[in-house]
């Protein structure tokens, strides 16, 4: 079952998923003794012997941030295929919290469902809201050529980032 969620999952798993599964939290602390779980985030953890990558780093943060938690900003405008981008992972909730170390967070109150995807089985925001959560992170050029972009993959068209920008009263 862990093996099984953490080849969904990037190589990564969330303690909280195991307990839900019915995993003993003894049964979790065993295997991180023995280095068949290893700890990323507070509880969560890579399977052990699944190599490390970006989709799994990203797939960890969100698990850390929560469960309302989605990959955003710039990791998200890379997961769509709309910048080259490296460096610590953003991820935005709607409840607060500090960033901790490893990745960025961010908050919001308003999050719909509408704006929210799943890419490569990670929760991300949808183009059009992580085009309006740049505009606050990129000059002008360089948000045009992700907006372009996105049109061009046919990803978004300008009325859905408009209707975006309307929900977000500080943007």
């Known amino acids: 079952m862990i093996d099984r969620l953490g080849q969904e999952q990037h190589g990564v798993v969330a303690r909280r998923q195991l307990l839900a599964a019915g ?30 990558t970006q989709l799994g780093d990203w797939m960890a943060a969100v698990l ?3 469960s309302d938690a989605h990959l955003s900003h710039l990791s998200a405008a890379h997961l769509w295929g ?3 981008q ?24 308003h999050l719909p469902a ?7 089985n990670i929760p991300v925001t949808g183009v059009a809201r992580t085009l309006v959560d740049l505009a606050g992170m990129l000059g002008e050029r360089r948000l045009g050529a992700c907006l372009n972009e996105a049109r061009r993959l046919r990803l978004v068209d300008v009325e859905d980032v408009r209707r975006a920008m309307a929900r977000q009263p500080n943007k």
């Open 23 to 52: 995993v003993s939290p003894r049964a979790v602390e065993r295997r991180l003794r023995s280095g068949r779980l290893l700890a990323v985030h507070r509880g969560v953890y890579r399977v052990g012997g699944a190599p490390r």
């Open 64 to 66: 850390a941030a929560g």
């Open 82 to 84: 709309l910048v080259d």
């Open 86 to 109: 490296s460096g610590v992972p953003h991820v935005t909730r709607r409840s607060g919290g500090r960033s901790p170390a490893g990745y960025r967070l961010h908050h919001c109150r």
């Open 114 to 120: 509408d704006e929210l995807a799943r890419v490569k």
